[in-house]
């Protein structure tokens, strides 16, 4: 299959739900590959090069957060978790399988076609920045230099004092967006916007902000007695601080 299109697997085991995935994928433009189950789910992942995964939670034989977790040990594709468990913890832990974005049901096709263009954006733009304009094949390292830390754009890789950090994908971009213009405040609303792509915000999607800045804070401040990278402005937000 050529690369012109964007394809799209769903995975969901509801019939009916399947089916409306897919007419709202496919009437804003994408190709949709669909799976009833996780196995099959991931079957399709291996015959086909797609570009984004949905996945249903609570499928048979394999559940979708399984099926993240087996994705994520080969591929680095866009994946969105969509289900009906929507409790903090049950969003935090598919975040943490790896998914980039999680959906609570009901949802409307318009909500979820705008999140996965601003995945897609965002993939694209990192695909983008590997190769120098003029010189296909060759890379360009983007860096920022922010105090101790070197944040490597090209590699995602990030480090303190030349020791690599270990970050996920979700907080490598945090970091990314914080450290861009330090000592500006970053509101949760403007975060989830910016990182996830969503255009409100409710307790959920801020908690969901609340843990990830506080896992990327612990990896940041391990070694660095009394100081913080990332210091929370109560009732406003986040603000990245340079230290030398």
Same mark, same amino acid.
């Given at each position: 299959?050529?690369?012109?299109?964007?394809?799209?697997?769903?995975?969901?085991?509801?019939?009916?739900?399947?089916?409306?995935?897919?007419?709202?994928?496919?009437?804003?433009?994408?190709?949709?590959?669909?799976?009833?189950?996780?196995?099959?789910?991931?079957?399709?992942?291996?015959?086909?090069?797609?570009?984004?995964?949905?996945?249903?939670?609570?499928?048979?034989?394999?559940?979708?957060?399984?099926?993240?977790?087996?994705?994520?040990?080969?591929?680095?594709?866009?994946?969105?978790?969509?289900?009906?468990?929507?409790?903090?913890?049950?969003?935090?832990?598919?975040?943490?399988?790896?998914?980039?974005?999680?959906?609570? @049901?009901?949802?409307? *096709?318009?909500?979820?076609?705008?999140? =996965?263009?601003? $995945?897609?954006? !965002?993939?694209?733009?990192? &695909?983008?920045?590997?190769?120098?304009?003029?010189?296909?094949?060759?890379?360009?390292?983007?860096?920022?230099?922010?105090?101790?830390?070197?944040?490597?754009?090209?590699?995602?890789?990030?480090?303190?004092?030349?020791?690599?950090?270990?970050?996920?994908?979700?907080?490598?971009?945090?970091?990314?967006?914080?450290?861009?213009?330090?000592?500006?405040?970053?509101?949760?609303?403007?975060?989830?916007?910016?990182?996830?792509?969503?255009?409100?915000?409710?307790?959920?999607?801020?908690?969901?902000?609340?843990?990830?800045?506080?896992?990327?804070?612990? @990896?940041?401040?391990? *070694?660095?007695?009394?100081?913080?990278? =990332?210091?929370? $402005?109560?009732? !406003?937000?986040?603000?990245? &601080?340079?230290?030398?």
């Amino acid at each position: 299959m050529g690369k012109q299109e964007t394809v799209i697997l769903v995975a969901e085991d509801d019939n009916q739900s399947r089916a409306a995935l897919g007419r709202h994928l496919r009437a804003a433009g994408y190709r949709v590959v669909e799976a009833e189950d996780g196995e099959t789910a991931l079957f399709q992942f291996e015959r086909f090069d797609f570009d984004l995964v949905i996945l249903d939670v609570l499928m048979p034989k394999l559940t979708g957060l399984e099926v993240c977790q087996h994705i994520r040990q080969q591929s680095d594709v866009p994946i969105i978790i969509v289900t009906v468990l929507g409790s903090a913890d049950d969003r935090v832990s598919g975040l943490e399988m790896g998914a980039n974005d999680y959906m609570v @049901k009901p949802f409307s *096709g318009r909500e979820l076609v705008a999140r =996965i263009r601003a $995945i897609l954006r !965002r993939t694209r733009r990192r &695909v983008e920045i590997d190769t120098e304009e003029g010189a296909p094949g060759a890379i360009a390292h983007h860096t920022l230099q922010v105090g101790s830390l070197n944040i490597d754009a090209t590699t995602r890789r990030v480090y303190k004092h030349g020791r690599q950090i270990r970050l996920t994908e979700i907080e490598f971009h945090l970091l990314q967006l914080l450290a861009s213009e330090p000592s500006r405040i970053f509101s949760r609303a403007e975060i989830l916007h910016q990182i996830w792509g969503y255009s409100t915000a409710d307790r959920l999607d801020t908690k969901t902000v609340d843990v990830h800045i506080s896992r990327l804070r612990i @990896k940041l401040d391990e *070694g660095e007695a009394g100081s913080s990278f =990332i210091m929370t $402005i109560h009732g !406003r937000g986040y603000t990245f &601080v340079v230290h030398d």
